[in-house]
């Protein structure tokens, strides 16, 4: 038989792509657009679906169906004749397990340890081609990372290094410093865990796709694909807007939360948009493509936003966003600056969910359309009215702020380059406080909602200093030790500054917005001092007064982020996974790396105390990522081993 692949082809597009207006190949029984976004095809279930089938096809079928047969026989038979037989028996405490294979299988598992040979997980007896798969910190870190943006590279300020070299690190906590190895999970079933004695398999099949097994599949989120949920049954026509004490709630958690970090639109002209649609819901010529595309897209954030805070469902959230994409190309259409505003109210969803182009490709687009604008230029301003221009100046510097987060998160270079930027950052003015000449509007003593943006940029400037003068120029390690410690002292004193100049007092606005609590600024505060200190291209090994600061600043960052998790206003998004993920890490290299006695530091500091503080806060965000269970698993690996020694101390 010709070995070209024969496809069966329907004679129409598949119900998705009709709706989409997309292009659809009619392949059966999926067809690839729907293969590619992993849902449900309408082929799969559309039993009045005609379609032909090809005699080549039919073939291909049937070939496939008697190879499928002989592999299941062959399995079957060495499954016969490798059947492990497990008959424990008290022999002196010694407990006896045997194998009908081979004799070198046979074993005595004492109690001192485990044998390389098997070992007993759950009271079952394995081979060790049949061990469990392992994983490690920068393993997780990698899939954590990727997953949500979507992409393969990490650079250095990821801390992908940082992780494999703590990875090194824990053998220090192995009787014969062999590597520390950790089990994995799939599901709700723990796969084993791998005692410190033994020797991980990565030959095995589960190892090599781990990915899947993590409990990540195709998105960060868990099992179901999200491409999935933003498709729903019905047709989003008759999708009407909330009521209107919905629509004011969500709306007054959007500008108290996003708007405050990511100052895009103008708020008192948007809300006079809402108040006319309500006031007026027959009245269509209210509302172009542009305005629909605002407003659900701000219902959609102010839903996810709140969301991450509550840790609720979030199919109305979606439902929003899916909304808001019928009015993204109209909209998109509206000018250059308008442009800009869409994709940038798509990187602040994508903050909170991963649905449609990635983060990184969106921040990307948007700064190299500002660049093409001339935004980061003092001419692009010229002649402009105060308030045109204050605006523009803030969605720039919102664009900055995501190119910072996203680029320093994936170790990525940064699309705005500080030295090409000529403009300074926008003024703490809200809207409605300023006029045409830019005078000011309101109480000095007043707090404005600007200040706490303009304060957060300022910590994103900092963390650009961070990224180029200590993990973004691997030359400075020529440079004499005092003059490298002297960069350290100078970026610690910024951090300082930039905590005791926070806006006083914080805008009371939402008791559930993270960033209006002195607690958040804290826990970045600690978050980027521990990304100063830990080891780095302009520091690689530490110095026992570096080790200190940083057990230090990831101790406080997991605790910072504790007291936000009791108030409930810790977002549980995929950046503060990161962020907290890193921290632990820091944690256990500082801990473990001690110079000093490490029982003896272990029982003086209080890491076992902080250790099941941020077990608390994986416990939580497991709810939402499915990839945080690995990660509970490898702290509670640690702990156990931490509190193992301290027992085993404490009884000599």
Known sequence: ????????????????????????????????NCMTANVPCSFLDNEQQSATYPIAFVQGLEARIHILEEQLASALEVSRNHTVVSEPSVDNGHSRIHTTESPAYVNETHAGGFSPLSYRSQGQVHSPSEQAPTTSMARELRILSLEAAAERHLGSSSGLSFAKLTQTVLKRLTPDRADFVFGISQGDDILGEIDWDSTPDFSHPHVMNFPNIAGFGPTL??????????????????????????????????????????????????????????????????????SWFRVWMVLAIGSSARCSVSMVEESEALLYYNKALEFFESAFDH???????????????????????????????????????????????????????????????????????????????????????????????????TDDLGSRGRDNLEPSMMAIPRHILDLRRIASNITKQVYGNPATIRVNTPHREEIIHSLHKELIDWRRNMPFPLPDLHPRVPHLNSNW??????????MLYRPSPLFPTLDEVMVKKLANAASMSIRQAHNMHRQ??????????????????????????????????????????????????????????AGAKNIQLIINRVLRRYKEMCNIADAN
């Not at 941020?614 to 965000?621: E, G, N, P, T």
């Open 335 to 433: 000018g250059d600056m308008v442009a800009l505003e869409t994709i940038m109210l798509q990187v602040s969803f994508s903050f909170f969910n991963q649905l449609g182009p990635n983060t990184w490709f969106l921040v990307g687009t948007a700064a190299r359309m500002a660049i093409g604008l001339g935004l980061h230029t003092a001419s692009a301003y010229e002649g402009l009215p105060f308030n045109i221009a204050h605006i523009r100046k803030r969605i720039f510097w919102s664009i900055y702020m995501m190119d910072r987060v996203i680029s320093i998160a994936l170790g990525r270079p940064f699309a705005l380059q500080d030295d090409d930027i000529e403009i300074e950052p926008f003024v703490d003015i809200d809207d409605g406080q």
């Open 568 to 625: 409930k206003r810790f977002a549980y998004n995929w950046l503060n996974l990161l962020s907290l993920f890193t921290s632990t890490i820091s944690l256990i290299y500082a801990s473990t790396v001690q110079p000093q006695e490490l029982v003896s530091y272990l029982q003086r500091a209080q890491v076992i105390d902080d250790l099941e503080l941020v077990l608390q806060l994986f416990d939580k965000l497991n709810g939402k990522f």
């Open 221 to 290: 989120f868990g099992k179901m694909s999200l491409s999935n949920i933003i498709e729903p049954s019905g047709s989003l026509a008759d999708l009407s807007l909330p009521t209107k004490s919905r629509a004011d709630q969500l709306t007054s958690f959007y500008f108290a939360h996003s708007h405050t970090l990511y100052p895009i639109l103008n708020q008192r002209d948007f809300l006079a948009l809402l108040d006319r649609i309500y006031e007026q819901p027959s009245d269509n010529s209210i509302m172009d493509s542009l």
């Open 1 to 32: 038989m010709d070995n070209q692949i024969v496809t069966a082809v329907a004679r129409i597009s598949c119900q998705r792509c009709h709706k989409r207006k997309k292009k659809c190949d009619r392949a059966l029984p999926q067809c690839d």
């Open 521 to 530: 600024y804290d826990f970045n505060f600690y978050t980027h001092l521990a």
